[in-house]
């Protein structure tokens, strides 16, 4: 199957943090067809194993997405929400969600936008915080919600799905981070079939990355690796509105991040191991696959967690460009995707017993 086949699959599967469960069962079945086996630990991190005779290397993706919880139903059927993860509030107005309860019985609904006859002069030009916002699920009374199954609790996300814009583009929630779920599936069905040793590799889809950084850290403490690579987007700064903050272009390939750090209360970040630099930079080199550099403030990964797990693990972002991050209306490049897959897996069968990790 092919990375915008399951892409597709995967970004029409809600899972909002906490809630992975649909998410994982698509994964699982895939890692079923590849004749792979898995397992899940208590967090409900998928994680398989390939063995192999050089370091443990931990090759990490999330699954979860943001959105939100239902906080109260109004006695009118609307309705309250909280966020869950860094959800933008200018980006809600007139959305389509749903109330994910499961397959079969997930409730689709909007976020309201108030009557544009109806709006001042001052609230065109103000963004409706989320406490002030409803979702209008059609329901008429509080107790017809409940009877749906719509609980103080309840999950809700971007209504799912994708299209394609363009001639290699895809748009819709949750690129961020299904497209590493997607490549990840294809390297794991490249290490199904390697011949020959490389790193001992543990591939893993983890939980709960939106809500607070930290799901997959009682993985990597099990695990113990020496080495950690994490996958997820980097910020395309290719639109008029972001030119100053890179060079990373959609389309021009996967990147790797020289530099992370989220200061608003989290002080964290990756600094990546040298040693893991150069691997990649070589082996972009010799695949003939262009590789771009990401350096971004603001930004911030569950790898800022893993890399102090043990006695510290040599650690670094992989990635690949994409737009409009955190709003229903991602954007990436499967070329990138391709590139990114190809890029990994040959990166790993470079990291073989005597690969060097002391830094500097
Ligand atoms: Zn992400």
């Not at 895939?30 to 004749?35: F, M, S, V």
């Not at 915080?129 to 749906?148: I, M, N, P, Q, W």
């Not at 890399?307 to 990635?319: F, K, M, T």
């Amino acid at each position: 199957m092919s990375i915008l086949e399951r892409l597709q699959k995967l970004m029409a599967t809600p899972g909002l943090s906490g809630h992975e469960d649909r998410v994982r069962a698509v994964i699982a079945s895939e890692l079923d067809a590849l004749g792979v086996s898995h397992r899940t630990d208590r967090m409900c991190n998928l994680v398989a194993e390939f063995h192999g005779e050089g370091p443990n290397v931990m090759l990490f993706t999330h699954m979860d997405q943001l959105g939100f919880v239902v906080r109260k139903i109004e006695d009118d059927g609307f309705l309250r929400v909280e966020r869950l993860g860094g959800v933008p509030e200018r980006a809600l107005a007139s959305q389509e969600v749903i109330v994910a309860l499961g397959k079969g019985r997930d409730v689709p609904g909007i976020i309201a936008n108030k009557s544009h006859h109806a709006t001042t002069p001052d609230e065109k030009y103000t963004v409706v915080r989320v406490a002030d916002l409803y979702v209008d699920c059609g329901f008429e009374t509080k107790s017809e919600a409940e009877t749906a199954g719509v609980r103080i609790g309840s999950p809700v996300v971007y209504a799912p799905g994708s299209f394609r814009i363009g001639k290699h583009r895809l748009a819709g929630p949750a690129v961020d981070d299904r497209a590493g779920c997607a490549v990840l599936l294809s390297v794991a069905e490249g290490l199904a079939n390697r011949k020959g040793n490389g790193a001992n590799v543990s591939l893993a889809f983890t939980v709960q990355e939106e809500f607070n950084l930290r799901g997959a850290l009682p993985l990597a403490q099990a695990i113990g690796p020496d080495i950690a690579i994490q996958v997820d987007l980097m910020l395309a700064t290719d639109t008029p509105d972001m030119t100053g903050r890179g060079e990373m272009l959609l389309g021009k390939g996967p990147g790797i991040s020289l530099y992370s750090f989220h200061g608003r209360g989290t002080l964290n970040g990756v600094i990546p191991h040298p040693a893991l630099v150069r691997l990649f930079e070589e082996t972009a080199e010799a695949e003939s696959i262009p590789l771009q550099r990401s350096a971004q403030s603001g930004v911030l990964t569950d790898l800022s967690y893993v890399q102090l797990v043990g006695g510290g693990v040599a650690s670094i972002d992989v990635g690949f460009p994409m737009r409009y991050s955190h709003s229903s209306r991602e954007v990436v490049d499967l070329r990138d995707l391709d590139a990114l897959a190809k890029l990994l897996t040959a990166s790993l069968s470079r990291i073989t017993a005597d690969f060097d990790l002391l830094r500097g």
